[in-house]
């Protein structure tokens, strides 16, 4: 399998995704096209001892940073390693793409060049986010900030399809954040998302979820627009640091506390893999036509090792295979695809 590697994007480039790239091959046997500053990256490999088994490169000489404007970063910056990546992507010249770079500049890239599934308008950015017992997916949880009912109701499929085929749920439940359960709840476009998430075949939708719900494990797949998945992220993020933390202080506090943290020090070291985002690699745009990952913008090594993961994963499942079929039967229940 032939993995594309945007290896400029991120705050740890060029050398986290070249280690995590490299530990990929040693780990599941796949292949790299490193694309970026070829110079550079055989030299970053050279001063950190990177062995280059399984790599090919294609040198880019330009990047996207994170202040430029995605679109217009997406349609000047042709030969930047991120569209390099996306269009040979598109044409055929690897299985999947990752990248830690550009949000922005990855969903517009991927919407302009890879494009979308049949009934998709907009890729979401879905994450796996630690709850009380194991994992949800959130999605969108920031590409697309507004969205219209009919994208949510496609982002359920989406969800539906990953949570079953990649984390391995059997008959995944499906719930839209609302600020109650009642389907009268919310705005107009959140009641009307409701109406056809309950509607759309194919997937068990349990309705409507309120935010202290979601940690608790009341859904296996949590729809909502971007900007509200965002905050969710981030606050879920933050909380868990400062939970962490506080934790940390009282174990420290004295002699005694000492103590009792070596005997639960066990579950407290399970506590802390549970809320580790980096065996999770990143965050796919589902309902792109091939498999993109979107790494964090501060990934390092191991983060970017486990993203390629998910990739192959994604890839050997068929996963937009899968999606799509299941689009096609949303779509024929209510009437055929929108026209694009």
Do not use: W
Request: hydrophobic content about 45%.
């Amino acid at each position: 399998m032939k993995i594309l590697m945007d290896m400029m994007g991120g705050d740890n480039a060029p050398l986290a995704p070249m280690q995590g790239a490299a530990d990929a091959v040693k780990a599941y046997g796949v292949e790299i096209v490193a694309l970026g500053d070829e110079a550079l990256l055989r030299q970053t490999a050279e001063e950190h001892h990177i062995p280059l088994d399984g790599f090919a490169f294609v040198n880019c000489s330009e990047k996207i940073e994170m202040c430029d404007e995605p679109a217009q970063a997406v349609r000047r910056k042709k030969d930047s390693s991120l569209v390099v990546g996306l269009t040979m992507l598109r044409d055929g010249g690897g299985d999947a793409f990752v990248s830690a770079g550009s949000t922005g500049a990855l969903h517009v890239g991927t919407s302009l060049i890879v494009r979308t599934l049949a009934g998709v308008k907009r890729p979401a950015l879905a994450t796996i986010v630690p709850a009380q017992k194991e994992p949800y997916l959130l999605l969108d949880c920031g590409a697309n900030a507004e969205c219209r009912p009919d994208m949510l109701a496609a982002f359920g499929v989406l969800g539906s399809c990953y949570a079953e085929k990649i984390l391995g749920k059997k008959s995944p439940s499906v719930a839209l954040i609302n600020n109650g359960t009642e389907e009268t709840k919310g705005t107009p476009m959140l009641k009307e998302a409701h109406q056809l998430l309950k509607k759309t075949p194919g997937i068990r939708f349990i309705g409507n979820i309120e935010p202290r719900d979601v940690p608790l494990n009341g859904a296996d797949v949590v729809v909502c627009d971007g900007f509200t998945g965002n905050v969710v992220l981030k606050l879920t993020e933050g909380t868990a640091k400062m939970f962490l933390e506080m934790l940390k202080d009282i174990f420290a506090a004295n002699a005694a506390t000492k103590l009792a943290y070596l005997l639960v020090k066990r579950g407290f070291h399970k506590l802390r893999t549970l809320m580790d985002a980096d065996v999770y690699g990143g965050a796919p745009l589902l309902g792109a036509k091939q498999i993109v990952i979107k790494a964090h913008g501060s990934a390092n090594a191991r983060t970017m090792q486990h993203a390629i993961r998910q990739a192959k994963i994604c890839v050997d499942r068929d996963l937009c295979g899968v999606m799509q079929a299941a689009l096609d039967e949303q779509a024929a229940a209510c009437g055929g695809h929108e026209s694009e």
